[in-house]
């Protein structure tokens, strides 16, 4: 299933696709995270629903659970060649270092989309350091996704400035504070270019500090980009 990011998707985060009919009302897609998932390529190939998947299988050096190495990629390598699946998420450092050259390749070969993703749980990076980061991601990926921690107003500040110069440079985006102070930021960042968003269907199945739920966040978005 083709996902167009050239408009704000938001993205249902969870690691059972059984949750996706209670999806539909609100989100445009699933964030299906593999590395929280009991056998994830089986739910995979069992998918029925209508919501397209981004296939997530983060790492534990990102803050995931998967065990990194071989084994991670040729999942994703999985996902990327089933119908059901729009896009995946392959983490900056391993398309750095070249070790998923291959996963996108074949993602583009079989019209899935890369997101390509930074996390940064300690805290908000430099503006230009941001902006670097961006702009290297949207190099090697279709989207650049770049979620940090926010320990106050400023970074946030700091993330969406990065996010609209990104944005207004031609780069598609997806940005977001964790953390409370940064919670706001998963409203807001799509009144600047920000291109996903993510939010759990249920508050207690969040996949990162500060989510709202998936209804929560859809109003919140609606109404400002009403305004």
Known sequence: ???????????????????????????????????LAS???????????????????????????????????NAL???????????????????????????????????TAVIASTHDFEGTPHRDTMRDLLADASHRGDVAKLAVT???????????DATWAATTD?????????????RHSRAVAPLYGSRIGYAPVEPADATAPGQYDLATLSGLVEQLRAE
């Open 150 to 160: 926010a320990e106050g107003a400023g970074d946030v500040l700091d993330l969406l």
């Open 77 to 111: 390598e999985t996902a990327a060649a089933t119908d059901a699946v729009g896009a995946i998420d392959v983490e900056l450092a391993a398309l750095r270092d070249g070790s998923a050259d291959r996963l996108v390749e074949h993602a583009h070969d079989h019209g």
């Open 39 to 73: 056998e994830p390529l089986d739910a995979l190939a069992a998918y029925e629903g209508e919501l397209p998947l981004i296939a997530t299988n983060r790492p534990t050096w990102e803050g995931g659970r998967a065990t990194d190495g071989e084994e991670r990629l």
């Open 170 to 182: 031609g780069e598609r985006v997806a940005t977001m504070a964790m953390g409370e102070a940064g």
């Open 1 to 35: 299933m083709h996902i167009d990011f050239s408009s704000f998707v938001l993205a249902a985060a969870t690691a059972d696709l059984d949750a996706e009919p209670a999806a539909r009302e609100h989100a445009d897609a699933v964030e299906f995270r593999l590395d």
